[in-house]
């Protein structure tokens, strides 16, 4: 019988521990220093809000805009607001638990994002463009189509967050707060949901495909959300998937036409393991080998004294 082992099997051999290094300095190389990210994305996202609270801040528009939308909806079928947010609003536990999943929206991006800085650096600067191009582009959307959210604009409908006070929502229908009150469209919660279930679904889906796949529930149920609670339209949140991948496309055009890789796969690849990796092998004894070897020990025999 013969044993042929792999270097994995007897431990990292020198060219091994080369190529992790190798992986190790690559995956370092790819993405830029933390502290530097942490303070730009922070920076960018303030200069975001402030300029998207002053886009589109006019009630007659944005109504007349919403009942467009309304009309829309009700053209195609797609009035669904009224049927979720009142059996919503029948359910009090229920309500406190989408009011609450309605803010905790908003942190779960920048905490994706960390996670692909971590786990796959390979992918962290087109996945953070995507993210960065996607929330720029609503802006234009905000200032040209103002539109009143259901809460405002629809009959019937019940602000359950604001009602309830729910993380502080008693103040969400104030104009004089920091926020755009008539940004509904598109909805930016969805979009940032969707470009959550990507970064997530691109990373994993090789190594952690079962992962890779639950990712999509996470805007599955942000789309129950915000539509239940009033906040956006069903169009909304059609717009918002529209704009992430919108935003996808434009980066991997950008990459292609300066001679990047869109969306790389990352250099790190699975290694077997030291079970996997042992090879071993029996030669196949065939009648003619058997033959061959039983004329070999005859002569042995014959010239033994």
């Known amino acids: ?54 886009l589109g801040e006019t009630h007659r528009e944005a109504t007349a805009n919403a009942q467009s939308l309304q009309t829309f909806e009700r053209t195609f079928r797609l009035d669904w607001e009224q049927p979720l947010n009142h059996w919503l609003a029948d359910h009090l ?46 802006l234009p959307v905000f200032w040209l189509y103002a539109v009143a959210p259901p809460r405002f604009a629809m009959h019937g409908i019940v602000d359950v967050i604001a009602t309830h006070d729910i993380l502080g929502g008693a103040t969400s229908r104030d104009s004089g707060t920091a926020a755009n009150l008539y940004a509904a469209m598109p909805s930016l919660h969805m979009a940032w949901a969707s470009w959550c279930a990507f970064a997530i679904w691109w990373c994993v889906r090789r190594s952690h495909r079962r992962v890779a796949h639950l990712a999509w529930a996470f805007p599955g149920v942000t789309a129950l959300d915000v539509v239940a609670t009033g906040n956006h339209y069903v169009v909304d949140v059609l717009a918002g998937v529209a704009l992430m991948l919108v935003g996808l496309v434009v980066v991997m055009v950008w990459s292609l036409s300066t001679g990047r890789t869109p969306m ?28 061959v070897d039983g004329l070999a020990a005859s002569r042995d025999a014959d010239r033994a004294p």
Request: aromatic content about 8%.
């Open 264 to 291: 790389p796969e990352g250099a790190a690849q699975p290694t077997a393991s030291r079970t996997e990796s042992a090879i071993i092998t029996t030669p196949i004894r065939t009648s003619s080998t058997r033959q």
């Open 93 to 138: 536990f229920l309500t406190h638990v989408a009011g609450y999943f309605y803010g905790a929206c908003l942190i779960v991006p920048p905490i994706v994002l960390g996670w692909v800085y971590c786990r796959a650096a390979e992918q962290y600067l087109h996945l953070r463009r995507v993210l960065i191009t996607t929330t720029l582009l609503s």
């Open 1 to 54: 019988m013969t044993v042929v082992t792999s270097p994995s099997a007897r431990g990292q051999g020198p060219a091994e521990r080369t190529r992790h290094g190798q992986q190790a300095l690559w995956r370092a190389l790819a993405r830029p220093s933390w502290l530097p990210e942490l303070v730009l994305l922070v920076v960018g996202y303030v200069l975001f809000s402030v300029v998207q609270a002053h």
